[in-house]
């Protein structure tokens, strides 16, 4: 454990953001490294070694942070926040679907920022779950062995394939695969996953689940596995049945 707090790698190239973001996390106890761009960026990564990324999809230059997030998950888990002020709903799908943990839009609090910092890293320190490692089930899966989950190796197998989840996707499966048969709502999604800070981002959660869906499902756009509750939440059932 580092004794000046976690590293955090800021890439924005507005410099009004970069000292916005700057100030906020040092004053809440991180070490603060800045990136203007997507070669900086990787250059950081490789380093530094940062605990999480702050990142702006619009970057100068011929690498942007679609793709500065594509190259860093090739290699590292390390937790990604997306940070841009796009706001169309395939931008945030192909930032997730690219390994980012969670996404931002611009505008935002110092409050919320930080609120996300906390629970990326808890989530990172725990290996991707939200409990520690005594009070996990090892080993889950679906009644048909379809999906297996091996938590302690983290590994998820989908029929005959590996699935490579973040660390985020990994801990909403397990929390589905744990309650199995149990409609979990949105607010007990949100928070076993992301933390107590969350709780209303039912919008932000459907995102995640599409996401997962199109990872572990065999037929994503009718998914046998992770069902839909409207206006509740989620289920997972073991058994594989159609969602209707």
């Known amino acids: 454990m580092r004794s000046r707090g976690k590293r955090i790698l800021v890439v924005d190239d507005e410099l009004s ?26 250059r950081a990564v490789n380093q530094h070694e940062p605990d999480l990324i702050l990142l702006d999809l619009c970057l100068p230059g ?7 997030c594509e190259q860093v998950r090739r290699q590292s888990q390390v937790p990604i926040i997306v940070l841009s ?8 799908v192909r930032a997730l679907d690219l390994g980012a943990d969670d996404y931002l839009t611009k505008p ?3 409050a919320e920022l930080l609120a996300r910092v906390r629970a990326c ?20 899966r679906s009644s048909d062995g379809y ?12 029929g005959d394939r590996e699935v490579r989840l973040t660390p985020t996707e990994f801990e909403l499966l397990r929390q589905l695969m744990l309650h199995a048969g149990k409609v979990l709502t949105h607010r007990t ?3 076993a996953v992301w933390g107590p800070e969350y709780g209303e981002e039912a919008d932000y959660l459907r995102v995640y689940v599409r996401q997962l869906r199109r990872k572990v499902e065999q037929e994503p756009s009718r998914p046998r596995y992770i069902l839909t509750e409207p206006g509740v939440g989620y289920v997972f059932q073991a ?6």
């Open 62 to 68: 011929s690498i942007d942070g679609l793709e500065v």
């Open 108 to 110: 935002f609090s110092s």
């Open 85 to 92: 002020a796009r706001t169309e709903e395939k931008q945030k």
């Open 121 to 140: 890293l808890r989530r990172a320190a725990n290996g991707g779950s939200g409990k520690p490692q005594e009070e996990q089930a090892q080993v889950l």
């Open 189 to 191: 999604l949100l928070r």
């Open 239 to 244: 058994e594989g049945r159609r969602d209707q």
């Open 17 to 42: 953001i970069q000292r916005t973001l700057r100030r906020n996390l040092l004053m809440s106890g991180y070490e603060v490294l800045v990136a203007d761009n997507g070669e900086e960026a990787l």
């Open 147 to 158: 999906l297996i989950m091996d938590v302690e190796r983290r590994y998820v197998r989908a």
